[in-house]
């Protein structure tokens, strides 16, 4: 894939890059380890100070990021202004509570003393995705520079100008040159960085193909990689649930970036005896959803990021339906210009269908009719993924079941799953491992050490 910005909602290439060549990547290599020597020195106090600059900035140009983040891949401006503000909390709130997750932490044992020390470890490459441009490198960068690191940001070859700004912001914010640099490569010049002793850890967020690659030519370097990958989460709604409530989150919880989010709910299992009526309000509400131009900020769902996206929705739709789903709204490419397609609603739709057994990565809602909530329980453990899980129900014992029943990292319940910097984000089976977030997230790059004093 070029490097370029191709606006998804025109089609027009509106800005082209270079990718770096090996000498200015040894340059960039170079420089992440003197800034690395400079951080790890710096007290919490000092890099807060900057962090919160960092959170200071992006607020007052929410505007003029959210746009070029809206230019680049498509999403909803409202949307695009908002995640900007949302890296400001995760900002501030790693810059309040890094000293506290990383003290040294004491333990009882028949020395004089003994204590955990946690240590920065340098240069993390963070390989990121397209679908939350900003956010997503954030999610890394605050809490792995709070901790003393430095980063090194391989972002997306359709999200350029992005990736540019978010090492501008940091640099505006008063960090050294080096200590977060984006470097604007091709996917195929990843493997080599890796292998460099010194890039000390990587980071992905990504397709389950990328992530095996990045873990495994970590893995052979004897580094620790940390992998946020996709997701088919269920959303279940059982008979004792707020039926409008569950109605009204499902359709946002579904067309969320689009559609694009690994957390978006994708499948969603309904009791029976409410199935119908879920149906119906459900399908009328995705229906009734304003499509097009994503800058005007009273558009609900704008084009995909990519044409190949669209291609490989309708083919996932359209082969759900050959395999015996019923489509009760859209199912359609809307338009001859831009990456439209209208949102989604499948019923019927067979345990062995794309829709069922593939990551949706567009506005295509599957629906599931089960019986009880054992069988809910066992269709929503039904795949590959255990990223996240919304659960709707009024009965509290029930809800216990599927909190301790269903495999992921995340369930939420009366709510839709969403990242927030105070809890750990990640998954298990194929959604990944390791945690962003949270106290979690910040101890995953840093060498956690023992220190056992016999007698001083």
Known sequence: MAIATVNPATGETLKTFEALGDRQIEEKLQRSVEAARRN??????????????????LEQRAKTYGRLITTEMGKPIKAAIAEVKKCALVCRYYAD???????????????????????????????????????????????ALMAGNVGLLKHSSNVPQCALAIEEVFRDAGFADGEFQ?????????????????????????????GASVASTAAKKIKKSVLELGGSDPFVVMPS????????????????????????????????NIAQEFETKFAAAMNALKIGDPLDEST??????????????????????????????????????????????????????????????GP????????????????????SFGLGASVWTRDRAEGARFIDGIESGQV?????VASDPRVPFGGVKHSGFGRELGVHGIREFVNIKTVWIAKM
């Not at 984006?182 to 990328?210: F, N, Y």
Request: proline share 6%.
């Open 412 to 416: 939420f319940v009366n709510a839709m």
């Open 364 to 383: 295509v809602a599957a629906i599931f009719r089960v019986k009880d909530a054992e069988e809910a329980i066992a269709v929503a453990n039904a795949t």
């Open 182 to 210: 984006t470097l604007l490569i091709t996917s195929e010049q990843v493997a080599k960085l890796l292998d460099d002793e010194r890039i000390k850890a990587a980071t992905l967020t990504g397709s389950e193909p990328a």
């Open 97 to 143: 509570h890094a000293s506290e997750f990383l003290a040294d932490e004491p333990v009882k044992t028949e020395a004089e003393k003994t204590f955990i020390r946690y240590e920065p470890i340098g240069p993390v490459l963070a390989v990121m995705p397209w679908n939350f441009p900003f956010w997503q490198v954030f999610r890394f960068a605050a809490p």
């Open 40 to 57: 790890r020195a710096r007290s919490f106090a000092d890099r807060s100070v900057r962090m919160r600059k960092t959170a200071d900035l």
């Open 241 to 272: 649930a707020d039926l409008e409530d569950a109605v009204r989150t499902a359709v946002q919880a579904r067309i969320v970036n689009n559609g694009q989010s690994c957390i978006a709910a994708k499948r969603f299992i309904v009791h029976n």
């Open 300 to 361: 609900e769902i704008g084009p995909l990021a990519m044409p190949q996206i669209v291609k490989d929705i309708a083919s996932q739709v359209d082969r759900s339906v050959a395999a015996g789903a019923k489509i009760l709204a859209g199912g359609k490419r809307i338009g001859e210009r831009g990456n439209f397609y209208a949102p989604t609603v499948l019923t019927n739709v067979p345990r062995s269908a794309p829709a069922a057994c593939e990551e949706t990565f």
